[in-house]
């Protein structure tokens, strides 16, 4: 019994920084891979002159958003 208590939050740690890995290079991944990504995440990032530069077409989140 005391070997799984030693082991359950060994588990749990590594489970949690591969979600956190995983969650942190999907971003990376989807920008090297898709024009379309690239263009949604310019134009859902408003606060960044430089990504504004020309004028995007509202994303589909976007107009969600504004629509509810």
């Known amino acids: 019994m005391t070997a799984i208590n030693f082991y359950v939050p060994a588990i749990t740690l590594?489970?949690?920084?591969?979600?956190?890995?995983?969650?942190?290079?999907n971003p990376i991944i989807?920008?090297?891979?898709?024009?379309?990504?690239?263009?949604?995440?310019?134009?859902?990032?408003?606060?960044?002159?430089?990504?504004?530069q020309e004028k995007p077409q509202?994303?589909?989140?976007r107009k969600f958003l504004l629509s509810s």
């Open 30 to 52: 989807y920008n090297f891979m898709s024009g379309k990504f690239r263009k949604e995440f310019r134009s859902a990032c408003v606060c960044c002159p430089r990504c504004r």
């Open 14 to 25: 590594v489970t949690q920084l591969l979600v956190y890995t995983n969650s942190c290079t």
């Open 58 to 61: 509202q994303s589909r989140v």
